[in-house]
């Protein structure tokens, strides 16, 4: 038992240093337990197969595909304008629509659900997303107090009652709790968040920030004024014909930028849009849409010619498999002294080019009679795949910026609908008792969906949406749990702390409850001490002859309502990397907001539920 305490006040004061990562801390304190022997190799490793945990990576994957697809952006949008520029309109839209859904869905998997979302909205103004997303996490879990089924601890003491013949809670018996807790949250987290949450500046934004957008390309170089789309319909001559044998750029000085081709099945089993770079053997289909960049005359006599509808209206130019990016030609290069004709970018590198900048001068007039030059700036199309290997000819070129990380930016704004109605469907199959799919079936279902349906650019990308720390972290946490129950530790401090409270009348045993429960939420998963609390608080309630009742709501909000550790509860671990936040952050705001609600429940739960 006294290895256990040890090793978990080292892991406590480690974390609150924050001089190592967290979850390398979380698993050496695993590892010492194991060698130490009182953890088997099968209770320490049986975090990383506890469905939360697997939930937890799902819900990574949904909610980056919910981002990806622009799905957040959309959302976000429809809360910003019920937000306008107000913060406080702001904070409390996060808090309120955070707590309803949270009511019905597991805290978990609303973080994950809204993180996508609130980060959008943060980056759509200048407000602080740190000031977000803490009270995102807390405010998942106060509205897992409005419901019974919001939170586990909930369905724990509900247990405990009908064991013990109490009867059982009602759906909505929580409501007056939540919305006491709720209010609680709204009031103290506004200002706490304003103290110690502030702007903190990050060097990779800067960074990031000094790279060319794919719009702010577009818009230098001028490529909407100079980029028609005509679409190939029935009877149209060029069906059935290659872009090679209509020889558009000889005869009509154009350039095919891409072939937009609907219902195609391309990286996913269903996907709307699929945009194709357009080789000379691209062989034309009815419903194609193709993208010129040249002379709007030349465009509109193509079309004529073609029985084709052409149009200029072209500012949605999409960047979904189809990207651009800026290279600078190097002294070395065998390309300089060439004409862009005779360069074979696209036979050899499968890329466009679409512009020139020499000297602060942009040619994109008659580009393939032009010669190269050391220093040469070229603007150049291709799939994202082609481009990023651009990067690995360093003796030719210089690619500029980061076009992968631009890439990764890029929305599938056609997607959002599956999106939708993918998180939908899991919310669903969350939510209501008659559909049999366990939670984690309903997430592992959804996150599989989200790749399948094409809502990412990949699969490596979906599982770039892991946070692999928050998982590793939240995995090695749980047998700690097990350490303590094991070793007696939990129950020795719980019974001490209870029986010397219990003489003092129901008052103060109900706050030694309280406190018990709540210390022990900083070592224990609040579904452990729950499970470990609710016996004793019944048992104490039967020794001093009260109801019972009180005692056990003040297990389930206590179990809850952590907010001073990121490992206390999931939603707090998954904030954490996003809000780059430290051990520290979470004893400033969580902890003032976990005292101040205790001490409200210990007044009003004896009113709301008397002795």
């Known amino acids: ?36 022997g009182i953890l088997t190799p099968e209770e320490a490793l049986s975090g990383f197969s506890n469905p939360v945990v697997i939930m937890m ?56 659900l809204m993180l996508p979302i609130v980060v959008s909205m943060s980056a759509s103004t200048s407000i602080d997303s740190r000031r977000l997303l803490m009270p995102l996490a807390f405010a998942s879990s106060m509205g897992g107090m409005l419901t019974l089924i919001g939170t586990p601890p909930n369905l724990v003491i509900d247990a405990a009652l009908q064991d013990a013949g109490y009867g059982n809670l009602s759906f909505f018996s929580f409501l007056p709790v939540g919305l006491i807790c709720l209010a609680i949250g709204i009031v103290v987290l506004l200002p706490l968040t304003k103290w110690f949450l502030g702007n903190r500046g990050s060097k990779s934004e800067k960074n990031v920030s000094q790279n060319k957008t794919l719009k702010e390309l577009v818009k230098e170089y001028h490529l909407a004024e100079r980029v028609t789309r005509s679409t190939v319909v029935k009877n ?60 709007e005359e ?68 008659n580009l393939s009679e032009q010669k190269m030059m050391q220093g040469d700036v070229l603007l150049v199309q291709g799939t994202w795949q082609q481009i990023g290997r651009l990067a690995n000819d360093e003796d030719h070129w210089v690619v500029l910026g980061q076009p992968l990380e631009e890439a990764a930016r890029v929305t599938f704004d056609h997607k959002a609908p599956i999106a939708a109605s993918i998180m939908l469907l899991m919310i669903c199959m969350m939510v209501f008792d008659f559909i049999p799919v366990a939670p984690v079936t309903a997430v592992l279902l959804a996150s599989v969906l989200m790749i399948l349906m094409g809502c990412f650019r990949s ?5 770039k949406t892991i946070n692999w720390e928050s998982i590793i972290l939240i995995a090695a946490m749980m047998p700690m749990s097990v350490a303590i129950e094991k070793t007696g530790a939990a129950a020795i401090v719980s019974h001490g702390l209870v029986n010397s409270l219990g003489d003092f009348g129901p008052i103060l045993l109900l706050a030694g409850i309280y406190l018990t429960t709540s210390l022990l939420t900083f070592f224990i998963s609040n579904t ?19 109801n019972p009742m009180a005692m056990l709501f003040a297990v389930a909000v206590a179990a809850s309502m952590c907010f001073a550790s990121p490992f206390s509860t999931p939603p707090n671990a998954l904030v954490m990397k996003a809000g780059g936040y430290k051990f520290m952050d979470y004893i400033k705001v969580g902890l003032p907001l976990q005292l101040i609600i205790g001490i409200a429940m210990v007044l009003l739960l004896p009113l709301l539920f008397p002795f």
């Open 1 to 36: 038992m006294y290895i256990t305490l040890i090793v978990l006040a080292i892991t406590a004061t480690l974390f609150a240093l924050n001089k190592v990562r967290a979850d390398i801390v979380a698993l050496c304190a695993v590892i010492t337990l194991l060698l130490f």
């Open 528 to 546: 452990a001490t729950a499970v470990l609390m609710s016996p004793i608080a019944i048992a104490s309630a039967q020794e001093v002859g009260v």
């Open 236 to 295: 149209s001559p060029i069906i059935g014909k290659t872009i090679a044998e209509l020889n558009i750029q000889q005869e009509y000085k154009l350039t095919v930028l891409e072939v937009r081709r609907q219902r195609s099945r391309q990286r996913g089993i269903i996907k709307d849009i699929a945009q194709k770079m357009a080789t000379p053997d691209t062989k034309l289909q009815e419903d194609d849409i193709i993208y010129f960049s040249g002379p």
């Open 57 to 112: 990576a799902g819900l990574f994957i949904v909610g980056g595909g919910i981002f990806q697809t622009g799905l957040a952006k959309m959302i976000s949008s429809r809360l910003m304008s019920l937000a306008g520029d107000s913060e406080i309109r702001l904070f409390l839209l996060v808090m309120l629509v955070t707590s309803g859904i949270g009511a019905f869905v597991s805290n978990t998997g609303t973080v994950a």
């Open 298 to 365: 030349a465009a509109a006599r193509f079309a004529r010619e073609n029985r084709m509808p052409l149009a200029f209206d072209t500012d949605s130019l999409d960047f979904y498999d189809i990207g651009l990016a800026e290279i600078v030609l190097l002294q070395q290069s065998m390309f300089v002294g060439k004409k862009l004709k005779d360069s074979g970018f696209r036979s050899k590198y499968s890329i466009n080019v679409l512009a020139i900048r020499r000297n602060n001068e942009y040619i994109r007039e």
């Open 459 to 463: 699969v490596e990308a979906a599982y």
